[in-house]
T-cell receptor, first 114, second 113 residues
Framework: KQEVTQIPAALSVPEGENLVLNCSFT??????LQWFRQDPGKGLTSLLL?????REQTSGRLNASLDKSSGRSTLYIAASQPGDSATYLC?????????????FGSGTQLTVLP | DGGITQSPKYLFRKEGQNVTLSCEQN?????MYWYRQDPGQGLRLIYY???????QKGDIAEGYSVSREKKESFPLTVTSAQKNPTAFYLC????????????FGPGTRLLVL
């Protein structure tokens, strides 16, 4: 059974710092990997999706990498801002027909201090 | 505007009561999902549906039921058999394709009186 782990559980950094969030998974036979953002009491917003054939994906100040062989992904946030404060979750799908069941990590709660 | 709506935002359940959470999407997505999130934890899949009139159990389906009579709607009923229903419930939908991102609703917080 796929297990997804995110370390650290919480992270606090000063504004402007570059930071890395980590995600590891136990079964490397994944279809893709997604990073989501969740603000307190809100739903999830998709940030980046990396296909299994890709090694990284970029969107603005965000860069996600994927190393299937080692079962790891990282989310790099450049020049962090207080507005980046949120919980970041990674998820990998289990193939099941046309609906992909996602297995989520427990998230990293990020606080960017002004 | 296309998106997923969930109602109500907050729901209170009395002992022994069944309650139903609404999820509607106008994205024309075939697949829909229900997740449960407990404090400090990731999301766990309750039920999912690939097409109308079809649905499958996820990891924690006990004490829950769903229906999919319309493509746009996927309501979740929390039955009295669910002994620990207090949680944040999230509905999502997706379309089959290379970029199978799941789009999430704003969530419903269920509390027990």
């Amino acid at each position: 059974k796929q297990e997804v782990t995110q370390i650290p559980a919480a992270l606090s950094v000063p504004e402007g710092e570059n930071l890395v969030l980590n995600c590891s998974f136990t079964d490397s036979a994944i279809y893709n990997l997604q990073w989501f953002r969740q603000d307190p009491g809100k739903g999830l917003t998709s940030l980046l999706l990396i296909q299994s054939s890709q090694r990284e994906q970029t969107s603005g100040r965000l860069n996600a990498s994927l190393d299937k062989s080692s079962g790891r992904s990282t989310l790099y946030i450049a020049a962090s801002q207080p507005g980046d404060s949120a919980t970041y979750l990674c998820a990998v799908p289990i193939s099941s027909g046309s609906a992909r069941q996602l297995t989520f990590g427990s998230g990293t709660q990020l606080t960017v201090l002004p | 505007d296309g998106g997923i709506t969930q109602s109500p935002k907050y729901l209170f359940r009395k002992e022994g009561q069944n309650v139903t959470l609404s999820c509607e999407q106008n994205l024309n997505h075939d697949a829909m999902y229900w997740y449960r999130q407990d404090p400090g934890q990731g999301l766990r899949l309750i039920y999912y549906s690939q097409i109308v009139n079809d649905f499958q159990k996820g990891d924690i389906a006990e004490g829950y039921s769903v229906s999919r009579e319309k493509k746009e709607s996927f309501p979740l009923t929390v039955t009295s058999a669910q002994k620990n229903p207090t949680a944040f419930y999230l509905c999502a939908s997706s379309i089959k394709g290379p970029q199978e991102t799941q789009y999430f609703g704003p969530g419903t917080r269920l509390l027990v009186l």
